[in-house]
């Protein structure tokens, strides 16, 4: 069964400080990851999406990292601003046997970040 | 602004009624994307529509339909609601079928069903 699971659950972080979300999929035949920050209310934005051959991708002060070999992503948050308090949510692709993509959602982690 | 619309913006209606969520891709996109996200849950995929064609199934009920119309926009029917059914409801659209290829969210539509 393809399962995205996300670490921690919440995370309260003070302004300025860095910090790093996991995620952790078994999702086959990998086809693509992708983060999004989600704040409360409003639809998803995205921040980074990797392929199989993609181990790290930046978008500011966002760092996806990608270990295929363990199906394992972090998202590296450095220099935390008060904005980037939001859930952020790993979403794994698999293309399945009739060349769809299955799309499987993280539940999130809920970072709040503190003055 | 994701450039995707969706209206209404709120809706609340009552259990055993049918509604329609509308929504608007961004400009040249092609592939439209409905999901489903319960309070304090993850987002849950529905269905996509790529060009007026159906091209991918979630976890989408027989209650709910959609379709995708000539000038691309989308909508999603909901029918014989259920408390349950209450939930943020969001349309993304991306330029293509499938791929890696960056997904845009529209504002989403809050359904209470009383």
């Known amino acids: 069964k393809n399962q995205v699971e996300q670490s921690p659950q919440s995370l309260i972080i003070l302004e300025g400080k860095n910090c790093t979300l996991q995620c952790n999929y078994t999702v086959s035949p990998f086809s693509n990851l992708r983060w999004y920050k989600q704040d409360t209310g409003r639809g998803p934005v995205s921040l980074t999406i990797m392929t199989f051959s993609e181990n790290t991708k930046s978008n500011g002060r966002y760092t996806a990292t990608l270990d295929a070999d363990t199906k394992q992503s972090s998202l590296h948050i450095t220099a935390s601003q008060l904005s980037d308090s939001a859930s952020y949510i790993c979403v794994v692709s698999a293309r399945n046997s009739g060349g769809y993509q299955k799309v499987t959602f993280g539940i999130g982690t809920k970072l709040q970040v503190i003055p | ?114």
Do not use: M
């Not at chain 2, 891709?25 to 987002?43: A, E, I």
């Not at chain 2, 996509?48 to 339909?65: M, P, T, V």
């Open chain 2, 1 to 114: 602004d994701s450039g995707v619309t969706q209206t209404p913006k709120h809706l609340i209606t009552a259990t055993g009624q049918r509604v329609t969520l509308r929504c608007s891709p961004r400009s040249g996109d092609l592939s439209v994307y409905w999901y489903q996200q319960s309070l304090d849950q993850g987002l849950q995929f529905l269905i996509q529509y790529y060009n007026g064609e159906e091209r991918a199934k979630g976890n989408i009920l027989e209650r709910f339909s959609a379709q995708q119309f000539p000038d691309l926009h989308s909508e999603l029917n909901l029918s014989s609601l259920e408390l349950g059914d209450s939930a943020l409801y969001f349309c993304a659209s991306s330029p293509q079928r499938e791929g890696p290829y960056e997904q845009y969210f529209g504002p989403g539509t809050r359904l209470t069903v009383t």
